[in-house]
């Protein structure tokens, strides 16, 4: 395994409920990225509540899958001028035992843990300087282990669900979501509001998530599964870069169900009395914004949702 440069190791720290009566194994983890600590409540408050006794079968969580930029507090492993281009753990699965760091990290939570589960949730957060509208998403295919993959992230029970074909952010050969299904786990991600923090609201969304699960797979038996009145359905996304530079102000809200042509928010000149509009480029369901802050020409304003055929 892994060690820091003064020689201490790196420890991945895993935690197991297991329940009194037989069941599945579940395994989630959170941190994969280092500033993504929501995951890491959640995991705490879910198992605060479960109660070993009624609960069938086990859970397997590592709440901090990456300690490296975990303990820099900052989002990828620490690179190098030989690595710099393979320090996003996320996207280095299955990962080997002598690649570079990433790829040790990840081939080591894909054999020790997550291969030996029956199912798996990886917790994410937004990436900084944005807010997101929770979300789930789930690998690509139409295998009978993404099919499952994607009904447990409807389960899970949050507003939107993102089940993509083509690569792109969550999609692709690398991604652990992708090479864990395809092994012989099925597993989706959740994506919680913000980075750096864990706020209340998106927690105790993360923890009814935990037990929606919990009861469609019959780890517990007190209730059905809660899941909401209308999900939306995703079958791509698009995101919204600035035209021109500025102070980027956003004006439509988290959640909201977007025209082509709506406007979303609005560039101001630093320099000039100069305002420019930014409108949606598309129909769809808008789950992130950034956050008020000066932008170059080209970053990433917002992301869209657009419905699944």
Do not use: W
């Not at 009395?273 to 992130?288: M, T």
Request: glycine residues 8%.
């Amino acid at each position: 395994m892994l060690a820091q440069a003064d020689g201490s190791p790196v420890v991945l720290r895993a935690i197991v409920a297991r329940g009194r009566h037989d069941g599945p194994t579940l395994y989630t983890g959170a941190a994969l990225h280092g500033d993504e600590v929501c995951g890491i409540e959640v995991i705490r408050r879910v198992l605060a509540v479960v109660d070993l006794d009624r609960f069938r079968g086990a859970m397997v969580a590592v709440p901090v899958q990456n300690p490296l930029a975990f303990l820099q507090r900052q989002r990828f492993v620490p690179g190098n001028a030989f690595d710099a281009y393979a320090i996003d753990v996320m996207n280095a699965f299955p990962g080997s035992e002598d690649g570079e760091v990433s790829a040790v990290l990840a081939h080591a939570l894909l054999d020790r843990f997550i291969r030996h589960a029956d199912y798996a949730v990886d917790l994410h957060s937004a990436l900084p300087g944005g807010v997101n509208l929770e979300y789930c998403f789930t690998p690509a295919g139409s295998d009978r282990k993404v099919e499952v993959a994607r009904r447990l992230a409807r389960v899970f029970g949050l507003d939107l669900v993102i089940e993509m074909e083509r690569p792109g952010s969550y999609v692709g050969p690398t991604k652990l979501t992708q090479v864990a299904t395809m092994a012989g786990t099925p597993t989706f991600a959740v994506e919680f509001d913000q980075a750096g923090t864990a706020t209340p609201a998106s927690v105790e969304k993360g923890l009814a998530g935990f037990l929606n699960l919990f009861r469609s797979l019959g780890m517990l038996t007190d209730e059905p599964a809660r899941t909401p009145r209308r999900q939306f359905i995703a079958g791509d996304y698009h995101y919204v870069r600035l035209q021109r530079a500025g102070m980027y102000l956003p004006e439509a809200k988290l959640g909201h169900v977007l025209k082509r042509g709506d406007r979303i928010g609005t560039v101001y000149d630093l320099y000039q009395d100069e305002a420019v509009p930014v409108h949606a480029p598309c129909d769809g369901l808008l789950y992130r914004i950034t956050i008020p802050r000066p932008l170059n020409a080209s970053e990433r304003v917002a992301a869209i949702a657009i419905a699944a055929a």
